[in-house]
């Protein structure tokens, strides 16, 4: 009872936390999720990937049998699985399994990075992302609110709970610590319906589950004048207490990718639960 009496309040706050909806009221409480401590199934007949996925998005149903697809909000996506093509072309044309072909690391290894295309959840496959969360600008737009972090406003969709875990990662964070405080100053970005850089593929932004922090601290591969898939050392200068704050809420971080955007996190829960997995399944 206390404990659920706890949630409600929780639950009050955030919706006061989330802050001026963008279209219409926020509909729903929000209730925080820590995506690096919540229990796991045991045991399950799905692969460890969907397993992954129907613990993110639990609103969207995830079927195995006859065949693989996933529903929501009345619209049916079938679910194909991972294939085996090298990550220059996965990247391009990836399958929902494709993925989770490069392993998320949850500790502070930049090392990992290094390997050319090493870009675990640069991977998207746009009908899942458009099944999540809008096919259209107009269908993504519908949902997004913004959140407030210091100076900066971040447009994001409510959709599966990405406001509510933002303004939770937020709060979780001393926005007046000298570290952290100049990463919400000048801030690159949220929501925008877009194409990334020199590709026709949509960019995470297009869906509202990806925030910009400050671009000067972050860092882009591409200003760093490499060429992709050559891309060297990271010079981090992201304090991994913003790092882990993101990713306990779900959020992945673009500082572990080869093709490094320092500045970038992006709503990937399903990422961070399949490493958990495979971290046990590998002990
Ligand atoms: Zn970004």
Known sequence: MEQSFARVLGAVALMVLVGVPDGPAVSQGCAPRDFLQEPLPAASWQTPWQVAISVAYPEAD?????SPRMSYRGAVISVDGP???PARQIIETPTIGDQFAILYPLSRNLDLRLAPFYDPGRAR?????GL???ETAGAVEQDLETVAAG??????????GVACQLAVAVADLDLGAAEIAPLFRDVGGSYNWRRIAGTDRLSAHSYGIAVDVNAAIGGYWRWSGATEGAVGTYENKVPWALVEAMERRGFIWGGKWHHFDGMHFEY???LILYSRLMEGAGQ
């Open 151 to 160: 100076p900066a406003r971040f447009r994001v969709t409510r959709r599966h």
């Open 62 to 66: 995830l079927q195995t049998a006859p």
């Open 268 to 270: 990937r829960p399903e």
């Open 132 to 134: 999540l969360y809008g």
């Open 83 to 85: 294939t085996s093509r």
């Open 125 to 129: 496959s746009e009908r899942f992302f």
